[in-house]
């Protein structure tokens, strides 16, 4: 298997990997407005949406704008490249009007294209939808590294997330997913990484590419109400004209895809607008990622078994063509089940909250009894900690003599600040549920010089501190427990 994505991988490497210069950025409320080139005015209805949008923030005072800026060359380079690959050069698609990419703040993966009344383009894309790109890219690389020797990891990477996505339907609903590419390395693979995730961004702006160059309906002969056969035919021209030009690679758009189908078809309720009266896949026909996905392998095949002499069709091609297929027939989940309570999903019967009463009450009575958290759950064979289901997914429980109890969230730089400030508040919730009125007393969030936010219970000299950090964009969320001495 590795052998497979490397190889495909490989082969968009064929590529140089491009950086692009904006002519100029501007934060904008909650819109990141990058101007590729042209200079007519912003349209007004844009900048109203724009200071309409709220711009979320990082416990540390981080702007959303500061957290993503690192992707301002990528989606530039990735815009031109995807007009190269249509039609030979920056413009050639937009007709030399000005173009803009705004990158929105917003946690739901859209992208799209429209045009102005002054002739310029705006092509929007959300920072949910670079999360997503950026989490499925990780997570198809450590697919790779997984098979290094021993045989894949059997509790991360790509494989691991869609088996338990899928597994994962007719279960009570939460907004948080197990997150994959724990193990990932992102800054060690950099140039890995980066590669691979430019080709789904490429992807991306080709369809949007096709919607300009082609029409809204890119050519589509089928009936107008047909939204899926609209957007498959600019999946499939977009996907064309970068692999006229060697820029297509399909590894990481199919992975982009059928994640992006696992984790909408498990958490539809939750996604479907308030009040709706049809399912999110019903109110989205377009948003059917897995036809998608299959749209894509096929016309992989078309291309390659035509004689292309681009690295999409490569030594190779034929094996990572059956990886994808797999990948495509792979089971999607069934959707969660809201529950009756829309209030925090931890409740008394959580995992999280018995193991946080566990050590509360251990960190009163003193060391000795923690032992009793590694016997306690039956997952504890895990060689270092209990692994439990918490918000965030990453969370484990361990124990460990100079810490007496610890409960460890990981959040992938790229992934997100907000993510992890929402998760420490709920496990803030959890603890003050798991105290109750046990004599524990809760002091004021801390906010130290070293981007460490923390609260503090207190009971006698014991106390528990929950943490969360931000080493360079790394957010960690932790639980210290300090027992009675
Ligand atoms: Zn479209």
Request: aromatic share 6%; net charge neutral; hydrophobic share 40%.
């Amino acid at each position: 298997m590795r052998a497979v994505i490397i190889t495909a991988l490989a082969l968009a490497l064929g590529t140089p990997l491009r950086t692009g210069s904006a002519q100029a950025t501007e934060v904008i409320g909650g819109c990141v407005v990058i101007t590729l080139r042209g200079g007519s005015s912003l349209d007004e209805r844009v900048r109203v949406e724009c200071q309409n949008t709220p711009a979320a923030r990082a416990p540390n005072g981080q702007s959303f704008d500061q957290l993503y800026a690192w992707a301002v060359p990528f989606l530039a380079a990735a815009f031109d490249d995807a007009e190269r690959g249509h039609c030979g050069l920056p413009g050639c698609a937009t007709n030399g009007r000005t173009v803009r990419v705004v990158l929105l703040s917003n946690g739901s993966a859209n992208a799209f294209v429209g045009r102005q009344p002054n002739g310029g383009f705006v092509v929007g894309i959300t920072t949910g939808l670079l999360d997503f790109t950026e989490a499925t890219s990780r997570a198809l690389l450590q697919d790779a590294m997984n098979d290094r020797g021993g045989g894949p990891n059997s509790a991360d990477g790509l494989a691991w997330w869609l088996s338990t996505t899928s597994a994962s339907g007719g279960r009570r609903c939460s907004p948080n997913l197990p997150s994959p590419a724990r193990g990932f390395d992102s800054r060690t693979h950099f140039q890995l990484l980066r590669t691979t995730a430019q080709t789904v961004y490429w992807f991306i702006f080709a369809h949007e590419v096709a919607h300009v160059r082609l029409g809204s309906r890119c050519g589509f002969a089928g009936a107008a109400s047909d939204v899926l056969g609209i957007e498959r035919e600019c999946d499939r021209r977009g996907f064309e004209a970068l692999a006229s030009r060697g820029y297509a690679n399909a590894m990481a758009p199919v992975a982009f895809l059928i994640a992006m189908r696992n984790y909408e078809a498990l958490t539809g309720p939750l996604l479907a607008l308030p009040g709706a009266t049809v399912s999110w896949a019903e109110a989205f026909p377009a948003r059917d990622w897995g036809a998608r996905a299959r749209s894509i392998v096929d016309t992989w095949r078309t291309i390659c078994q035509q004689g292309n002499a681009t690295p999409l069709c490569a030594d190779g091609w034929r094996g990572a063509a059956q990886w994808a297929d797999r990948m495509v027939r792979s089971p999607a989940p069934s959707a969660c089940v809201m529950g009756g309570d829309p209030a925090p999903p931890l409740n008394a019967h959580d995992p999280l909250v018995a193991a946080i009463r566990t050590m509360a009450e251990t960190a009163v009575r003193g060391a000795a009894a923690l032992e009793a958290l590694r016997v306690r759950d039956p997952q504890s064979d895990l060689r270092d900690g209990i692994s439990v289901n918490v918000p965030g997914g990453d969370c484990s429980i361990s124990r460990r003599a100079s810490l007496r109890g610890r409960v460890l969230c990981v959040f992938a730089r790229d992934r997100n600040a907000i993510e992890a400030t929402r998760v420490y508040d709920e496990v803030a919730r959890s603890i003050a549920a798991a105290l109750g009125t046990a004599g524990w007393v809760a002091e004021d969030d801390e906010l130290d010089a070293g981007d460490v936010r923390s609260r503090t219970w207190r009971k006698g000299d014991a106390y528990l501190r929950l943490r969360h950090s931000n080493d360079e964009g790394e957010h960690d969320v932790d639980l210290f427990v300090r027992a009675a001495q």
